[in-house]
């Protein structure tokens, strides 16, 4: 799950996390109103939207020489300008793809003088389980630019979750900006707070992107990016109230009503797959014959008819889908259900694309006798091969 920047801001800030002042704003006079409580005289207005790359980023409705998402402004009319120029429009940038998003909130915040820019990221190091310290001098919006073409400039390090985060961690995030004297005492804990928010919140991410040295040589947290493990959010009931869902990918958002783990991607076969390796390996052998798919969908072990209607609704949502690879591995998930629930869906969505369903596993004959018998043009596969090749042969023949 993510959240916006202000959230997260407000979020580390409990942590003991250096922050500037600043306040969200749903409207202009908001925006107006939120400067009027900062000291200024410059202030920031940026665009909440969950992407990165705001500050280069492009207003569709606006003339292409308009400022990006990120804006200074220096008196209460350059607030309001930036307000009305921000909110409603969509913000195009590099990861958010052609289409944008819609910005619906604002962040204001004082400004600072900045000194110097760093980077610094806390993410899960999945091959030792361990929280990993992404660390760069070179922070600011050309960060992508700084791993694709100067890696060595970014250092990376864990921390052993017996010991926690440790005095000497503090000195290596120091070392690496290159700091000493006080800046060294303020960069270890900075570092410290936000192993402490990392563990503490179940987080995924925590991105500082500029971690700053201000002209009068404190060290701020000037942009945060936090996103948490949505397993862990039963144990965060106060974290779940920060979600945004008009961020989120509409079909997405209905398929986490369910329970089922969809990601819309831009193909045009629909699958249906139970188990994430096995759903990926389906996408796999699809793109080998030729075509791509239109989304990840993960049943679950445990589908029922109605989360397979559910699951065939969503996929459907997408106008790019041109047909359906159902592809289930029946080991909990029992065969005949599952083609009960097939059934009983394409019935319910009148099903007007073409439909291949692979089933193996447990009570494989009585659910392929339960397709043969449907009385619906459901095309059957003996294998993985054998559907992928199918699916993209129907699809070819109704283009």
Known sequence: MNIHEYQAKELLAKFGVPVPAGFAAL????????????????????????????????????????????RLARSADEVRAAATDMLGNTLVTIQTGEHGKQVNRLYVTDGVDIAKEFYLALLVDRATGRIAFVVSTEGGMDIEAVAHDTPEKIETFTVDPATGFMPHHGRAVANTLGLSGDLAKQAANVASKLYDAFVGTDASQIEINPLAITEDGK?????????????????????????????????????SKYDLAYIKLDGNIGCMVNGAGLAMATMDIIKLNGAFPANFLDVGGGATKEKVTAAFKIILQDPAVKGILVNIFGGIMKCDIIADGIVAAAKEVNLSVPLVVRLEGTNVNEGKAILAGSGLPIVSADDLGDAARKIVAEVKKAA
């Open 27 to 70: 409207t202009v006079d908001d925006a107006v109103a939120a400067a009027a409580k900062l000291p200024g005289p410059l202030y920031v207005v940026k665009a909440q939207i969950h992407a990165g790359g705001r500050g280069k980023g492009k207003f569709t409705e606006l003339p292409p020489e308009a400022k990006g998402g990120v």
């Open 219 to 255: 060290l701020l947290v000037l942009d945060a990016k936090v996103a948490f493990d949505s397993n862990a959010m039963f144990r965060h009931k106060d974290l779940m109230e920060l979600r945004d869902e008009t961020e989120e990918d509409p079909a997405e958002l209905e398929a």
